[in-house]
């Protein structure tokens, strides 16, 4: 009889205990998924290479293969498009491969970055080398700007997706994000000024051409030192491109070495698919295809902003030694209103933040195209541009892990697909850098663009103000409009949020559960 009692006590007991065993194990969990400011900034280090050799080719690419390497303006548009559309291939290319990888002891996104990191390294030097012959230029060009492209996907997908796996818990993946993008815009100030700073002690003068009568020629300042010549510019892209080369590599190991990558935040895989049956299964749910598509139509209008700002600032304004440092006004500017706009979406929510941070950039677009040149005015200008800048650049990362647990919720049984919508997301916005960069090329030789002119014809000048000014707002306008029929707002994120939580509690019951009854037994 006592032993009965005893039994049945010590069962009251377990029962009791139970909830406090089980508050113990979620609190250990939490801790778990909790990030130290430590590993958020090793993380958002992992994001500096993209955006500091991103930045750099982006603003410098165009100017470099037409004034420095020389190359005619429809080559140079053959570069740069197959190259950013090679780029944009190759990211669900790497993205399927990366859901298909199997689990190390690294982790599975992080050996990806690892191995790419010094092959990508390489290239991104070779395509700022001016190689010592004529005939096979545009070929060296293509080739290492599409090699480059392609080991650099295999660094920035990876590390795209690994938001999904350093926490299951949102509000950590938000506030890492949130590093992340400071971390990313200050590579963007910081390969601004790199290469504009080291290039620009080192500016070739400019050959003056026929249309010496040209409106704008009055505007264009007097060219350098006369000691430079067109070797010292390019040794100065070379200087430039190994200091980036070497802070690729640093922040490589950084985030190899800072952030451990948590299996525990992942649910189990789904059976292995095709490539077409991850374009489909990614595509076809709607809230993440009409987010692609919004930032699709806003991003090439920044891209193409982005990609012709140097030369619109060195022939069109006439600030020919001035543009990078009006380019890192931008840059800084962006990097300081990161913690606003960060604040903005926490207060009134990510779709109110889209379209003011958007739309903010529009008037003063307009007022650069259609003010004289007036350095001082460039400079107010470019400030808030860059206002704009920091919202692009936070937003839609910040808004893709939503779309991603969003898809979650309504499809419980397919997991482990995080890299695809990464990817394709990467995809759309290389394509449209791709797009941007080989029209605006295209356009500026149909305009009769002259290489190394100290002025340029008219048709260059209004093909300029065009690419800056009416199609970046144009694009920017479609794409708020798609954002309009965008369904996750803040009430169904929560909502989302809630729910996963709840299957996660679920399944981390269901495993204390089975854990104690294989004790038992």
Not at 238 to 256: D, E, K, P, Q, R
Not at 349 to 367: D, E, I, M, Q, R
């Amino acid at each position: 009889m006592a032993k009965g009692e005893g039994g049945e006590q010590y069962s009251n007991a377990s029962l009791l205990n139970k909830p406090s065993s089980d508050g113990i194990q979620l609190a250990r969990k939490r801790d778990r998924n909790r990030l130290s400011i430590c590993n958020k900034l090793c993380y958002a280090v992992g994001g500096a290479p993209y955006q500091i050799t991103g930045c750099a080719l982006g603003f410098f690419l165009q100017i470099y293969l037409l004034d420095v390497a020389q190359l005619d303006p429809f080559y140079a548009s053959i570069i740069l498009f197959v190259g950013r559309a090679w780029d944009a291939i190759t990211d669900p290319t790497v993205g399927f491969l990366v859901s298909r990888s199997p689990w190390t002891r690294f982790g599975r996104m992080l050996p990806w970055i690892l191995f790419s990191t010094p092959l990508a390294v390489l290239a991104y030097f070779l395509i700022w080398y001016v190689p010592p012959f004529e005939n096979g230029k545009v070929i060296w060009y293509l080739f290492f700007y599409c090699l480059f492209q392609t080991l650099q996907t295999c660094f920035h997908v990876p590390y795209s997706a690994l938001t999904m796996f350093i926490s299951s818990e949102q509000k950590e993946r938000d506030s890492a994000t949130a590093y992340r993008m400071t971390v990313e815009v200050l590579g963007t100030v910081l390969g601004t000024a790199i290469q504009g700073q080291i290039v620009g002690m080192a500016n070739a003068p400019c050959l003056p051409g026929p249309n010496g009568n040209n409106s704008n020629s009055s505007l264009t300042e007097s060219s350098p030192e006369p000691g430079i010549s067109i070797e010292h510019t390019r040794m100065a892209y070379m200087i430039s491109s190994g200091v980036i080369c070497l802070i690729y590599i640093l922040c490589a190991v950084v985030l190899f070495f800072g952030v451990r990558e948590q299996k525990e935040s992942c649910r189990p895989k789904s059976e292995p698919m095709s490539f077409f049956q991850g374009i489909r299964l990614v595509m076809g749910h709607g809230p993440y295809a009409k987010l692609v598509m919004v930032f699709l139509f806003t991003s090439l209008g920044f891209m193409l902003l982005e990609g012709n700002f140097a030369l619109f600032c060195s022939y069109t304004l006439g600030f020919r030694n001035d543009f990078q440092n009006i380019l890192l006004v931008i840059m800084l500017s962006a990097t300081l209103t990161i913690p606003f706009w960060q604040w903005f979406l926490s207060r009134f929510g990510k779709k109110t933040a889209v379209y003011v941070g958007s739309l903010s950039v529009v008037p003063f677009l307009v007022l650069v195209a259609l003010v004289k040149s007036n350095l001082i005015i460039t400079y107010i200008v470019s400030f808030a541009a860059g206002v704009s800048v920091a919202a692009a650049f936070l937003l839609p990362w910040s808004m893709l892990p939503d779309v991603v647990d969003d898809f979650q919720v309504h499809n419980p049984d397919s997991t482990g697909h995080e890299a695809l919508f990464y990817s394709f997301y990467v995809f759309f916005t290389k394509f449209a850098s791709g797009v941007s960069l080989g029209i605006s090329t295209l356009s500026l030789d149909f305009a009769g663009y002259v290489t190394r002119g100290c002025s340029q014809p008219a048709a260059v000048d209004l093909t300029l103000k065009l690419l800056v000014s009416a199609a970046p707002i144009a694009l920017i306008i479609i794409g708020l409009c798609i954002l309009y029929t965008y369904p996750i707002d803040e009430e169904r994120r929560q909502g989302n949020r809630k729910l996963l939580q709840e299957q996660r509690d679920s399944e981390s019951d269901s495993e204390t559960d089975s854990t104690e009854l294989a004790n038992m037994v």
